[in-house]
């Protein structure tokens, strides 16, 4: 293993100095802030479009853009926001945690994981590098249904492909990588069912990614292969089935979306038993759930294409499906709620992150429960409703789980307390901004506002014109997140080991900042 | 070192699951084509001429209707001469489409039918479609393209109209290509 083949071997040997450190490092806890890092950048990225989407949406009619540069940034913000932010930063998440959590001394494949971290930023140069090629980048949504996405397709589709081909692979050697971990790196004495709920729900995450990733790689190739190899996978006057993409592309696409949210589930496993002061209520019910939920997330997918002309027994099949996925994730929401249950409760920025997660999650998931509802459907259909449903799920889900992993965890990795007020000013900012945004999409959304579009009927302005105030608010915001992580980086107050009262784990009796090798002689776990 | 192998093991289950799972996504194209066929469920229809009989089913009556579709920029002119038929199950009817070319180039077409309801495409028997050929058509000439057809009287009684559509693809520089590489 290469993390040890330093050989002096002591605990306190610090890393290389200057750019190549970055370059060349294998440490679990460089790689993963490389990974929190990229991630956050991509954030700023997929946001800067977002608001170029929400300020051509301020007002009906067109003004800003053209339409055609309209669907690349719906599509941009939907591709870098899934795989360029959330994904790596749950990746960059684990890869600093999990060893320090189950005392093993680095991941088990340490050059294996320089490489899938350095693989991305290749991958996203290329996918941002087709928005200057002739005929622009991807514009055919995130989903890049074909014939839209190969027939009609700009000629830069194929750069597109090779950036998701290079993407993939490091999902799947990082995800490997990750379950390669858990299996053999953990402390004796620390049994499965003794891990911390952030790694189970990152074993959990990693089968799925092994499990669909590869899907994903098949269906772009079958692309590239209708694109430039004269097959017809796709192409109906070859005998090939546009349908048939949507089959393929929803068996990835929604494991994918449970790969978004499962770490956060661990992620507020931890903070609310740390706020609350008293230990998870029903953690192996917690880890039967998220299995359950990762092998109905297996089953649903053509919940995402009811409108296609799927027969009736399987609209029927796939609508109780997705409904029963709703009876796990309850389970997780009432051991939350029964965690704080006469807890003694204090509140600061990553309990209130995590709070706002639990109610803000419940409502996403909520409207997807309305979604699921297969005649209803017909009506939500590729409306603003979808749209609100699954920026619900997926900010206040996952991207305030992120956060509120990063203010639990700062002090452990930069040894320094952020500046609580500050944190609490951008909880309170986020929280506002990011409901302004998404709620009156339910509204416009059921009102009949097409999603994709990038001019409004009359009715729709004025609930358009607070998303975007409100799109403004959220974005601009995140730049107080970015002010505070370099601040608490360059200073502040000392924290110590154990830095949260209540907090519970191995990574808490680390001191803080935690040395760059950690757990070189595994701990005793009792 | 035992756990070094440990690791290799995982590794290599994992890129194998990898592996295995890539080749399942094309797995998926064929399983997708046999369970809509046992469904019956994509709307496909026949593609060779059907040779059965039936008895013809005077106690019913179903509406067909005929569409068609011009597939991504194919310039042709292209329609049902009739745009609805009302039949018995059982019996044999003839109808037509009408194709034009209206450039000056040479090309040929495919058309792809699709009926709806899905599930009625079984029961949409041709005994002769232009759609089991490629269409060949000089620049700036018309055709008449025959249809003879049969609605099985196994019909599901729900359904009283069957929606008939046919899309027109360009497939010249496909054909181009295959005879070229012949």
Redesign the interface.
Known sequence: MSAVIDTHGHEDHGPKRGFMRWVTTTNHKDIGAMYLWFSLAMFFVGGLFALIIRSELFQPGLQIVEPEFFNQMTTMHGLIMVFGAVMPAFVGLANWLIPVMIGGPDMALPRLNNWSFWLLPFSFTILLSTMFMEGGGPNYGWTFYAPLSTSYAPPSVTFFIFAMHLMGVSSILGSINIIATIFNMRAPGMTLMKMPMFVWSWLITSYLLVAVIPVLAGVITMMLMDINFGTSFFDAAGGGDPVLFQHVFWFFGHPEVYIMILPAFGIVSHIIPAFARKPLFGYSSMVYATSSIAFLSFIVWAHHMFTVGIPLVGELFFMYATMLIAVPTGVKVFNWITTMFRGSMTFETPMLFALAFVVLFTIGGFSGLMLAIAPADFQYHDTYFVVAHFHYVLVPGAIFAIFAAMYYWLPKMTGNMYPEWLGKLHFWLSFVGMNLTFFPMHFIGLAGMPRRIPDYNMQFADFNMVASVGAFAFGFTQLLFLAIVIITIRGGKKAEAKSWEGAEGLEWSLPSPAPYHTFATPPEVK | ?S??T??RR??IK??M??????????A??PL??II?EI?G????TNTVAYTGTAEVDESREVRVIFMSVN??AMPWHFRPEVTEMVVKPGQVYNTAYYAENLTGRDLVA?A?PSV????AASHMNKIECFCFEQQPLAGGQDTRMPLQFMVDPDLPKSVRAITLNY?L???TE?VM?ESASR
């Open positions: 070192m756990s070094a440990a690791i995982t590794l994992g890129l699951v990898g592996v295995a799972m890539f080749g399942f996504g094309f998926l194209v997708y084509d809509c469904a469920v994509n709307g496909k597939g991504g495919q792809v709806s309801p899905g599930y899309t693809f360009d497939i496909r290509r």
